[in-house]
């Protein structure tokens, strides 16, 4: 267990180590969704309108989505130069290590990105975000993960494919739709400063799927890899 948690945290620092000298990744996901965000506060008008601002959970996912594929994409891509895949894969560490690795590092970003945004998008939507902060941070962290291990999966599915950068959302969208309607709900609920009540539900699946995701991918890259 020593070994496995090791492994992957070498993963996971290659990785990072990567995208902290040339932070192509990071700059282009934050910046796509700062352009985003300045769109959306000049298309609503939230300030004025409570439907509008009842949707400001859903148009944040939005961005944290997209903005994420650029992440994603590059996860197992930037393996394939050297046939660095190959020799990954050949490696004498198991195939779970160099998910968890991949997932967490991808998740290290997602995260980044969303809390460099997540200061604007509540300037712009005149949203106390850090009313909530509490909440809004557990929210984010479970579904940036739940997105971070399907993208990872697939991202592997797809690393040796030309037009890899649209068959990953293709794939990954809508495997992760029930971790984004419950990412949804419990944002919407914890920006408009209201309790979560019944909606605690949505908080027990988007748990539930991080962990059967999670066990799911562990197991399922072997078989990837060597496809």
Known sequence: MTDFF????TIAAKDLRTEIRNREVISAAASFALVVLLMFGFAFD???NFEVRSLTGGLLWIIYVFAGILILNR???RETVNDCLGALTAAPISPASIFIGKAFANWVLL???ELISLPLFGMFYDIRVYDRFGDLLIILALGSWALSIIGTIFGAVTANNRLRELMLPVLVFPMVLPALM????LTGLALLN?????SIAWLK???GFDII???LGSVLLEPVLHQ
Not at 194 to 198: H, L, S
């Open 46 to 48: 939230p300030s004025s």
């Open 182 to 185: 419950a990412c949804v709900e």
């Open 213 to 215: 995701f999670t066990l």
């Open 205 to 207: 699946l988007l748990v």
């Open 194 to 198: 209201e309790p979560f009540g019944d």
């Open 75 to 77: 996860g197992f891509a």
């Open 6 to 9: 090791r492994h992957a945290w």
């Open 111 to 113: 995260v980044a990105m």
